[in-house]
């Protein structure tokens, strides 16, 4: 409500259908939630032309302007804009495309400011993956499994990353934004590849191979669970990537929380269906 007029200006300043994508990385700008954890575009295929630096700019400097005084200080604000711009950036036209003026000019940030905080661009790509995969550990990794888990208790807990996977990746404004960036980064297999799998694929893999090994009473590394944990994540991944897909072929106007709510009682039958599976039942 607050931002409506900012909004609107955006929208003046030239943005059709082609722009829609961008108007939701931009409204996250000034969502409720930090801006640490603002990212990237929502369908790379939404975006056409360029935004405009000046509307991104416009629209970074009114969330930071709107940030509780006492919330974070000047200079972490800073950085976390840099961060925001530069995932946009980058998940919209690629690394290399995207020049430091460019990402200082979104920001309202010093140019020499990416060096300070960074120590360079690919200092800033780093911190923009790393971002996104802390986000993403606190929901799938970082919690500790007790010792000696049961089958039912090892079960329950792959619902439960399941469900919090779900609700992540279809809930989260900030997490859907970040999608157009980091599969840039996985399909080009670089530095970026690499911090999220140390970060967040690796670990995050491991652990609900130790539960399905624990719900099963087979190895952790044989390469049939291996498989079927990353099919288990690949389907939450496509829910989110083919979204406009999976809302046409549905009917569904969006996919919220009804919509969610069905798409997780599918992945968590699937679950089931992999752990009577791995048994060989």
Sequence with gaps: GAFAPTIQNAKNDGFRTGHRGLLRLLALVYARKPLTATASLRALSEVKPVLPLDSIKRLINVRCMTQSSDSIGPSETTRQALIAAATALFGQKGFAATSTREIAA???????AIAYHFGGKDGLRQACVLNFAE??????????DPPDLSPE?????????????LAQLLGDVQTQLSVGFVLRE???DGAGAQVLYDNLVGPAHRRICAL???????SAEDPTLKLRVFTLIGQALYFRVGAP???RRMGWQAIGPAEITQITEVVLANIDAMILAQKGL
């Design 106 to 112: 979104a920001s309202g940030a010093n140019i020499a």
């Design 153 to 165: 208790l090892a079960r329950k807990l792959m619902q439960m990353i399941a469900r919090n996977m």
């Design 186 to 188: 996985i399909a080009e």
């Design 245 to 247: 897909i999976v809302r």
């Design 135 to 144: 986000r993403m550990a606190k929901v799938l990794v970082q919690t500790p």
């Design 212 to 218: 399905m090994s624990a719900a099963t009473g087979t």
